[in-house]
Structure formats: structure tokens, C-alpha cells
């Protein structure tokens, strides 16, 4: 059974920094891409950032690039998201995903292209 786990959400202020985790079990994170997305309380979820296997490409939303850095660690299982430049337009619940391997070097920003799917964690930025 494949589990994400995500970790690292919390209350931070304008300006700060945070760092997402998302371990993955039952899945040995090789060929798969991972993503990132978030929901907003009222809004859809939407694609915040992903990167594929070889972590060789990497995909952002024009709303989080140059402040977010996606990254994964095949050996331990486990994709981050450094999250820098906070504003309290990037709170929401965030949530991984996972693909089950068919796109590999290319990453999707659609939710269906997703197969496997983290429980989130809330982000808060204060002004």
C-alpha cells in the first residue's frame, strides 16, 4: 500500500521560510514524479511545483517561482519543497503527490496525471 506523508506545515510570518516533506512508503520513489499542489480555503487545488524522476526537470506555477524550490531524495524516499519569500497569498493545505511512473522525465500539472496522493499539511502566513 503506497502512503505519502507530508511534514513541515506550520504558522509562519510574512518574509519566512519553511521547508515541506513527503515521505513516501509502500513506494520506492525511482521513476516517479512528484508534485506538489495546494488548496486555499474557497479556492481549487492547484499545481504548485514538480519534478521528475531524475529530478532532472523541474516544473513550477508562474505564482511560486523563483520563491520555491522543489527537490527529492530517491535514497530516502522523500520529496521537499523549500518554500522562501512567504505571503499570506501561499496559505493553504499542501499537498504531494506521486505519478506511478509512466511520465519520467516529464512533469504534469494536471491532478490526474497524479496517482497517489498525501493527506496534506497547513501552511499559514501572517501579515
Not at 506538489?36 to 505564482?63: C, I, L, M
Not at 518554500?83 to 511512473?101: F, H, I, K, Q, R
Request: charge should be positive; charged fraction near 15%; aromatic fraction near 12%.
Amino acid at each position: 500500500q503506497v502512503q505519502l506523508v507530508e511534514s513541515g506545515g506550520r504558522l509562519v510570518q510574512a518574509g519566512g521560510s519553511l521547508r515541506l516533506s513527503c515521505a513516501a512508503s509502500g513506494l520506492t520513489l525511482r521513476h516517479n514524479v512528484m508534485g506538489w499542489f495546494r488548496q486555499a480555503p474557497g479556492k481549487e487545488r492547484e499545481f504548485v511545483a514538480g519534478v521528475s524522476w531524475s529530478a532532472g526537470s523541474t516544473r513550477y506555477a508562474d505564482s511560486v517561482n523563483g520563491r520555491f524550490t522543489i527537490s527529492r531524495d530517491n535514497a530516502k524516499s522523500t520529496a521537499y519543497l523549500q518554500m522562501d519569500s512567504l505571503n499570506p497569498e501561499d496559505t493553504a493545505v499542501y499537498y504531494c503527490a506521486a505519478d506511478n511512473g509512466r511520465y519520467r522525465g516529464y512533469v504534469p500539472s494536471v491532478q490526474v496525471a497524479y496517482d497517489y496522493w498525501g493527506q496534506g499539511t497547513q501552511v499559514s502566513v501572517s501579515s
